[in-house]
Every structure is written in structure tokens, then in C-alpha cells.
């Protein structure tokens, strides 16, 4: 989607200025952060350039504002690939090489989760403003430093959760914000697959390279990478983090070499005593992938775009009329069954949030078109530019992978885990 419609699209209630106001990092998409960048260039370096660092780079290639000099991977084929379509760019197999060049003002790190946070916090050390993929570290520890690498750095630091530049989300969180659906009582959230999660192999001995998602020692399975995008969407909702998380987890289908869960079950507390559920199953597809805000009025479901109200509009008049008809005859008929009505899933086919909803069947691990992460890129290139940091970016994508992380300890030792209070930052947004 072109920058400009994005920002009319996902503005249409208040228009640019108040669409800044409550979701401040926009400010790089505005037309005046656009004019202060016009003639100038982020000059980049990509670290990992795999599945997601080519989707990447494919949109890289066409940005006006970007020019690629180095890339960086540890796996010859991967690099070659990177390197035919950047063929100026150095290269490198080792990132401390790249980080060394001064040419580079910004890197974009897409590695697997266990080399984000000790690559990342490199970076910023030798003074570049720094993108990594989602979600932030393996380990608390490593989230919280490279939280405080940010801080100590005056670097740029984003995170890659897109869903905060999708115009769908921006729009129906402004919805949610302006009281819209009334309170929020609910959430559930939840991202079903059907698919191993395997990539095919040239050579088994690449298993643990290729295949990273599916191991410990370099992944958490479906709580970094699917979950770390939903449980972001219910915190940005609410303005608040969860206080405690409980839940299951187990392989339940793929029982091959993995040790990861293939089916999670989790609820996250709020101190409101509203309750976040998540599920993942990647065994059976039939519910695809959502993220719902129940509110005592409506409900917004953010990934289709879409909203309902509790109350349906009234029916058109020709079917009230057959209605109060078939009324008249059936309630002067006396039936035995149960005296209470079943309750049963709406029928409501409920209204976009906007013209434009572009929808995923949530199937690819490499993403989504039209799904932000464009907008996202534009931005960390406007904020290597300018050197300007986005307010509260780092922090909405920090409590996500928290969370994430809290729920697969709470899954492992199977108990009621609470936040710990040294894995608290201070975020602008949580009242
Ligand atoms: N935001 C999204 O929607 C989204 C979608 C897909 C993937 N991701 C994230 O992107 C990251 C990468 O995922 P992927 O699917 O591209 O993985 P991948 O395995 O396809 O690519 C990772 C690349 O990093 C390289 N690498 C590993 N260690 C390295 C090191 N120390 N130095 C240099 N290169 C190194 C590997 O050789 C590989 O080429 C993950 O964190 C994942 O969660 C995000």
C-alpha cells in the first residue's frame, strides 16, 4: 500500500495528527517526516539473510531512501542469494566485520532468535542504529539487555512487530480506545496451522541450521515466533501488561526430533481480572489465526478486520414482518423442551473496519504482504536517517516477547507464573 493512502486509510477518524498522537512512532510515515528524509539515504547492512532477511531485502531494493553495502551470513548458499541481488555490497560471514565498517549506519538483524540479542547489543555498541526481527531474545535476560543497550546507546532500536504499522490494527486499536465495543472482558487469541514447520534439507547435518525453529537451544517454538506477534495486540488493547500466565504445553502430533511444543494452551491475567487466552495448534488449521477483543458492546477482530456489535442492526422490514408472523402461529403451540435458549455462536457477519482489509490464511513463516512490516522498514530507515527513536516501539515489542518467554516458563514447570517485578520497564502507554 502506498505511504500516503496507509496514512488515510488508517487515519480516516481523526486524520494524521491525531492518528500520530496515539501511535507517536507513525510519525516517520507523515508527509513532513517524508520531505525532511527526501534526499538522503539509510546506508544498511543485513545480518541473516535467510527467508525473512530476503523478504527483507526484496523490498529494500525498491525503497528510495536505502542503499544496501553489506550483508552478512554464516551460510555460503544464503549469503550468495542475498549477494546476486545487492551484487555492490560487501560481504561477510562473520558480523563483527560488518559492524567494524563506518560506512554503515544501520543494520537489520534477521538471524534465528538465539543470535538476536548478543548480535543486537553489539551493534548498538559500535554505534549503529539497530532493526531486529521479532521476537527480541531466547531468554529474559537477554531481553531486559538489550533494552538497556538501547537505553545506554542513544541509538535507534526497532523490533519487527508490524502488526503496530498495519493499518487494519491502527484502526480497529483506535476504535477499541475510543469505546467503541465498550469495556473489554475478554480476549482470545489463537494461531492454528497445519504443517510440520520442517524446511527441506540438502544435507541432515544441516538440521539444527535450517531447521532452528524446532529446537530449544535456538527457539521458543510457538510463543516467540507466532505468539510474540498476538500477545502484543492484547497489552496495546488494554494499556496494560498481564499479571500472571498459566498454562500447557506439549508435542502432541510431530513426534520426530523436535523439542518444541506443536500444541499450546495458555491464560494471561490482567490485574482487572480480565483474562487473555492463547492457543496454537499446528496440527489442524480449521480456525486459522486471530486475535479477538471482547468488549460488553462489541468485539473487534483485529487480524480479519472486522467488528460486531452485541446488538445486530434490525432486520430489514420484510423479515421482521415473517418473523412476528411465524411468531403467532408457533407461540400459541405448546412444545416440551428445555425452558432456556442455547447459547450460540453469533451469526453476525459483522462490518470491515475499513475499505481496504488485506487478510492471511496464516500459513507462511516468512510473513505477510500488506501486513506493515513495509511501513515498518520505511520507518527504521527514517529513524536511521534522522537518528530519531520512536516512542514506546521498543517497549510494546520488549512486553511481548516477555510474555511470550513467561509463558513458556509457566507451560515448562507447569504453574501460575507472575511478572517479576525486575523484568518491569516504564512504558508511556500503560495506565
Ligand atoms: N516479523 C515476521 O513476521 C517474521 C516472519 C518470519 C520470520 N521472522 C523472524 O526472522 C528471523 C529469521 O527467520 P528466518 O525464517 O528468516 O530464518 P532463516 O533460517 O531462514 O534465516 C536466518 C539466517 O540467519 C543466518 N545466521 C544464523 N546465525 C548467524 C550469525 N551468527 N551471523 C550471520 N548469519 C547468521 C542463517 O544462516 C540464515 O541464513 C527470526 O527471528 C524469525 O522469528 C519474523
Given at each position: 500500500m502506498e505511504r500516503r493512502s496507509f496514512i488515510k486509510e488508517a487515519g480516516k477518524l481523526g486524520g494524521s495528527g491525531l492518528l500520530v498522537a496515539a501511535f507517536?512512532?507513525?510519525?516517520?510515515?507523515?508527509s513532513e517526516a517524508q520531505k525532511e528524509i527526501a534526499t538522503q539515504k539509510a546506508r544498511l547492512g543485513v545480518i541473516g539473510t535467510g527467508s525473512r532477511g530476503m523478504y527483507h531485502l526484496n523490498h529494500l531494493l525498491n525503497?528510495?531512501?536505502?542503499?544496501?553495502v553489506a550483508l552478512c551470513d554464516n551460510y555460503a548458499p544464503h549469503l550468495a542469494e542475498a549477494a546476486a541481488l545487492f551484487p555492490k555490497a560487501k560481504t561477510f560471514a562473520d558480523y563483527t566485520e560488518l559492524l567494524a565498517?563506518?560506512?554503515?549506519d544501520g543494520v537489520i538483524v534477521v538471524t534465528p532468535l538465539s543470535e538476536h540479542a548478543h548480535i543486537t547489543i553489539d551493534a548498538l555498541k559500535a554505534g549503529k542504529h539497530t532493526f531486529c526481527e521479532?521476537?527480541?531474545?531466547?531468554t529474559l535476560d537477554g531481553c531486559l539487555k538489550m533494552y538497556q543497550s538501547y537505553q545506554e546507546s542513544g541509538k535507534v532500536l526497532y523490533i519487527g512487530q508490524q502488526r503496530l504499522f498495519d493499518p487494519k490494527y491502527l484502526k480497529a486499536i483506535e476504535m477499541i480506545h475510543s469505546g467503541m465495543?465498550?469495556?473489554?472482558t475478554g480476549i482470545r487469541s489463537y494461531w492454528f496451522r497445519n504443517n510440520d514447520w520442517r524446511r527441506p534439507l540438502?544435507?541432515?547435518?544441516?538440521e539444527c541450521k535450517i531447521?532452528?525453529?524446532?529446537?530449544r537451544e535456538y527457539s521458543g517454538g510457538l510463543m516467540t515466533e507466532l505468539a510474540a506477534h498476538q500477545l502484543q495486540v492484547g497489552n496495546w488493547a488494554l494499556k496494560m501488561i498481564p499479571e500472571s500466565v498459566t498454562g500447557f504445553g506439549d508435542?502432541?502430533?510431530?513426534?520426530?526430533?523436535?523439542?518444541?511444543?506443536?500444541s499450546v494452551s495458555l491464560v494471561y491475567r490482567y490485574g482487572n481480572g480480565v483474562n487473555m487466552s492463547y492457543e496454537s495448534i499446528i496440527?489442524?488449521?480449521?480456525?486459522?489465526l486471530e486475535e479477538q477483543i471482547l468488549g460488553h458492546k462489541g468485539t473487534l477482530e483485529l487480524e480479519k478486520g472486522i467488528y460486531y456489535f452485541?446488538?445486530?442492526?434490525?432486520?430489514p422490514a420484510i423479515l421482521q414482518l415473517i418473523n412476528q408472523i411465524e411468531h403467532k402461529i408457533f407461540d400459541n403451540v405448546s412444545f416440551a423442551g428445555p425452558s432456556w435458549v442455547p447459547e450460540t455462536a453469533s451469526k453476525n457477519k459483522g462490518e470491515y473496519v475499513m475499505d481496504k482489509v488485506s487478510q492471511t490464511?496464516?500459513?507462511?513463516?516468512?510473513g505477510f504482504l500488506n501486513d506493515g512490516s513495509i511501513e515498518l522498514m520505511d520507518a527504521f530507515c527514517y529513524a536511521v536517517i534522522t537518528g530519531k527513536r520512536a516512542e514506546n516501539l521498543v517497549e510494546e515489542a520488549y512486553y511481548s516477547s516477555v510474555l511470550a518467554l513467561l509463558g513458556l516458563q509457566a507451560m515448562d514447570e507447569q504453574r501460575v507464573v507472575k511478572f517479576p517485578e525486575q523484568y518491569k520497564i516504564p512504558y508511556l502507554n500503560f495506565s
Open positions: 507517536p512512532w507513525l510519525y516517520s510515515c507523515t525503497m528510495p531512501n536505502v542503499e544496501v565498517l563506518p560506512e554503515v521479532k521476537s527480541m531474545a531466547l465495543i465498550g469495556n473489554i540438502d544435507n541432515p547435518s544441516l531447521n532452528w525453529r524446532l529446537y508435542i502432541v502430533y510431530w513426534k520426530d526430533s523436535r523439542d518444541v511444543y506443536d496440527s489442524n488449521k480449521f480456525n486459522g452485541e446488538e445486530a442492526k434490525p432486520a490464511d496464516g500459513a507462511s513463516s516468512v
